[in-house]
């Protein structure tokens, strides 16, 4: 089966305590796996497929509260995936700290 994903991806144990939240700092849930390209966010809010979407991406661990400009591209059980529509560098360097973080501790996928 061909591979469709850009970026490899990282999934983050609930011990991460990693979350998403909306622009007002609603917790939106857990995020599950991140990657370059985007993450994955356990969450049983209702997300309309293709909309863009401003979240924020909390890690009080690292000093993180990084707001992103998302589209939602799935739902399955485990959350909604959400694309990031472009990253500006900072948010690069926040999002590669997560990743680095995680898959240095042997999450990778």
Known sequence: M?????FERVALPPSAKVVATTAEKEVL???AV????????????????GQLYDLVVVDEREG?????RVVA??????GVGFEFDGLDA????????????????????
């Open 90 to 109: 900072d948010a690069a360097v926040e999002i590669g700290v997560i990743i680095g973080k995680h898959y240095s501790a042997g999450a990778g996928r």
């Open 2 to 6: 061909h591979e469709r994903r850009k």
């Open 73 to 78: 591209r799935y739902r399955v059980a485990e």
């Open 34 to 49: 991140i990657g370059r390209g985007g993450l994955l966010v356990d969450t049983q809010k209702d997300f309309r497929l």
């Open 29 to 31: 849930g857990p995020v």
């Open 64 to 68: 993180i509260q990084r707001p992103l």
